[in-house]
């Protein structure tokens, strides 16, 4: 078997999970050019987010580390990995210990990443993986650097942000920057900041490959008219949505028939029921849980207006599938946001955490038809040109190979 017939590795904390069907597009379409894509898993994901076929097809066929690290296979794993390479082993002992981010507890942490490593890589031989790429820099990617370390199987990872870029210095964003033969960052905002902490000669490595999305599959023919609001995310206080429901108060006396749909769930939900019930607006905002893409894809094309009012973002996928929609966007002035949304063009862009800011938003919008039809035809465009996912993929397809090499 010659090195590009051999499978790439795709590891997360969580996969597949209904918040980031990013993931599982890029897998697929790394697929669909003829790359074999093995997805692999800390950890196996909630069943609240196996919400569509697709969502289980993938977590039926990803291996799980920590259902695998059994005590006798994790012994297994870790014997076969000291007696193939005594030196690797151990240097990716030394490593984990010495890029803890200090006390105890963060070194135990160390040494099951360190464990699961072991795990990950035996996996990874035994399938002749030739190069792992990991999404999210924080601890998945930690396991990820561990197993580079342990097998002599390159890996490369995809940067996000913001939550990572709040501690850089705890997830060592520096020595997976050093180590890894490539880094997409899905921004030029998230590119800066992964050299401010790295050193300028691991500067070339770091590469801009946006997230996408298929906008074929989120095409609509139907012009925004009404008053339907919707939000897509998880139900966390980073999301912003006690601000969208507070503009939401003084809007529906301007617009007695507005509606916001709310898709996604998360450890705020209760807060934000019992928000929206102080502030008589139970008939006005629905909580709909989580749901598929094609589900998503559907109450886009029902909705008139996409708001997310988060308070720290990457560059939002769920906004490139309202634009893709034709939707016109209302959103916050915050990271890689503005590297998608046009202000003025495509959306209007407010301040983080401005009630009275957003809801003048959300009116210039929805009391405008024209204007809202002529921001969702610019919008799906700058999708089409910048953001479409099989573009991406290749793009980054080719980095893998190359890094395996």
């Known amino acids: ?15 597949p999970r209904a918040t980031d069907t990013f993931i599982q597009r890029e897998v697929a379409e790394l697929r669909s050019h003829g790359r074999e894509v093995l997805t692999c898993s800390v950890r196996r994901t909630g ?3 196996m919400v569509g076929e697709e969502q289980k097809t993938e977590a039926a066929n990803t291996f799980y580390i920590l259902s695998a690290a059994r005590p006798l296979h994790l012994m297994a794993c870790h014997f076969g990995a000291l007696l ?4 690797r082993y151990f240097k990716a002992l030394w490593l984990a210990i010495r890029t803890s981010p200090g006390g105890i507890k963060a070194l135990i942490f160390q040494l099951f990443y360190f464990a699961e490593a072991a795990v990950l890589a035996a996996h990874l031989r035994k399938n002749k993986v030739r190069h792992l790429h990991n999404h999210i820099a924080k601890s998945s990617c930690t396991v990820a650097m561990l197993t580079s370390e342990m097998s002599g199987i390159p890996f490369s990872f995809t940067l996000h942000g913001p939550d990572i870029f709040f501690a850089p210095d705890h997830w060592r964003l520096d020595e997976k920057i050093a180590r890894a033969r490539f880094v997409a960052c899905i921004s030029h905002f998230c590119r800066s900041q992964a050299m401010s902490f790295s050193a300028p000669k691991h500067w070339a490595k770091l590469h801009i490959i946006h997230c996408g999305v298929d906008p074929d599959k989120y095409l609509n023919t139907e012009h925004p008219m009404g008053h339907n609001l919707l939000f897509v995310g998880r139900l966390a206080p980073v999301k912003g949505l006690p601000i ?3 503009a939401l108060e003084g809007l529906v006396e301007q617009f007695p028939d507005l509606h916001l749909t709310v898709i996604g769930d998360g450890p705020g939900r209760a807060a934000l029921e019992s928000q929206v019930e102080a502030a008589r607006l139970t008939k006005h905002v629905s909580f709909a849980g989580y749901k598929s893409q094609s589900e998503v894809a559907e109450a886009l094309v029902a909705s008139d207006l996409f708001v997310l009012p988060s308070f720290a973002e990457g560059v939002p996928v769920v906004l490139m599938e309202a634009m893709a929609a034709s939707r016109p966007v209302v959103t916050t002035h915050i990271a890689g946001v503005p590297e998608l949304v046009t202000d003025g063009a495509s959306g209007l ?7 009275e800011a957003l809801a003048r938003a959300i009116a ?13 035809i610019s919008g799906r465009a700058k999708v089409q040109s910048a953001f479409d996912v099989s573009k991406e993929a290749l793009r980054l397809g080719a980095l893998l190979d190359e890094g395996a090499q």
Do not use: C, F, W
Not at 364 to 376: D, F, L, V
């Open 47 to 49: 069943d609240a987010h």
């Open 364 to 376: 210039k919008i929805i009391g405008n038809p024209s204007r809202a039809t002529a921001m969702g």
């Open 84 to 87: 193939r390479a005594p030196g």
């Open 1 to 15: 078997m010659s090195t590009s017939d051999q499978p790439i590795a795709y590891l997360t904390g969580e996969y």
């Open 244 to 246: 969208l429901l507070r």
């Open 349 to 355: 862009l407010v301040s983080p955490g401005d009630p």
